[in-house]
Structures are given as C-alpha cells and as structure tokens.
C-alpha cells in the first residue's frame, strides 16, 4: 500500500481496485467487514467511526462481488441458454444451473442497491419488502436480457461478437452520461465506467 501513496491521483483508482481485489480474494473482505460491525457494537464511542469503516469495507466487497457474478455468472448462463435452444432441449441440470445464475445475478444487483441506500446519509434506508421487489424486478429485467442475448447468439453466431460490443458501447455511454463520481479524475471515472457497464 505504500507504493499506492506515492502514485499520483492519475492512476490510483486503478491501483486502488486492483490491489482491493487481490486483498478480497477469500474471504478476508467478508472476515474484516465482520469484525468492524463487531467493533462498531461493542465499542459505543468509536461507534459511528467503525460502523461507517464496515459500510466502506462492505461497499468493497460488494462491488467486488458484483464485478465477478457479471463476468462469470452472466457468460455462462447465456452460453448454458444458448445451447439448450440450438439443442431443442432442456435437462434438468443444465436448467437449475441456469436458475441459479440468474438469481445470482438479481441478488447481486439488489444487495449492491440495497448497500448504496444504506450507506447514505441523505437517503431513507430500503426495507427488507422493498429489497425483495428490487430483487424481482432486477430478475425480471435480466431475464429479458439474457434471453435476447442467447437468442441472437443462437441465430447470429458470427455476429455475436458485433452485438456485444455495440451493447457494450451503448450501455458504457448510458453509464458515463449518468455523471457517477466515484474516482478522482474524469479519465478515470469514464475507465471505471467502461469496466462497470
């Protein structure tokens, strides 16, 4: 970490995600996020302090967890879809995988919701009834998604590659637009950007 301090401000939130993956990896993430909300129960005058170092840890994890279920969890169930319609089949295992994939992908995606709203002050923090309607109407969404991106993967086999690099390019151009800030320069937040969509 000492030599994240001496980058400048151009290259540090690369580095900062890079070296945050390699010390997430495991469990550790999971394990310190546990201990600052221990910490921030049992010791009542740095209460605020440990709780707001456990939402930092968490958000961590979080967006970690999310980078992964998308590029593991989402190619495979559009593979795995892809091929049961160009099979005209459907087996039992190959369908409870699919299932599982996409209910990892809408909890993702609600958790991560459900952790910016809790994370912030200004913001009223979503109840349990309203994660649960979050968690279907993200897998309601990405259903259509998938289903469209196997479908023409099924039918266009060789235009594939084009379909995914124009959806790629039209939903980072959505992202970038939306005006997040979460790096310290504009260069950075758009490379951010281009990872996240």
Known sequence: MADVALLGGSHRCVVELVC??????????????????????RQKEHQRRFYWAMMYEYADVN??????TFLESAPQLVLQLCIMIQ???????????????????????????????DSRDD???????????????????????????????SIFQLYFGIFVVVHW??????????????CMSKWE??????VRS
């Not at 967006?63 to 992964?68: D, G, P, S, T, Y």
């Not at 923090?125 to 309203?130: E, Q």
Request: with cysteine; proline share 1%; aromatic share 12%.
């Open 87 to 117: 099979k005209n089949r459907a087996e039992t295992l190959p369908c409870v995988s699919s299932v599982a994939s996409l209910m990892s992908l809408a909890w993702v995606l609600a958790s991560y919701h459900k952790l910016l709203r």
């Open 189 to 194: 937040e758009i490379l951010f950007n281009m």
């Open 20 to 41: 945050g993956h390699i010390r997430h990896t495991g469990s550790s993430g999971y394990i310190r996020t546990m201990y600052l909300g221990i910490q921030s129960q």
């Open 123 to 153: 913001k009223k923090s979503m109840s349990y009834r309203g994660a649960l309607i979050h968690l279907f109407w993200r897998l309601f969404t990405i259903s259509s998604r998938v289903i469209s991106f196997a479908l023409f993967a």
């Open 169 to 182: 390019c039209a939903m980072a151009f959505w992202i970038i637009h939306g005006g997040t800030d979460f």
């Open 63 to 68: 967006m970690l967890r999310l980078l992964e």
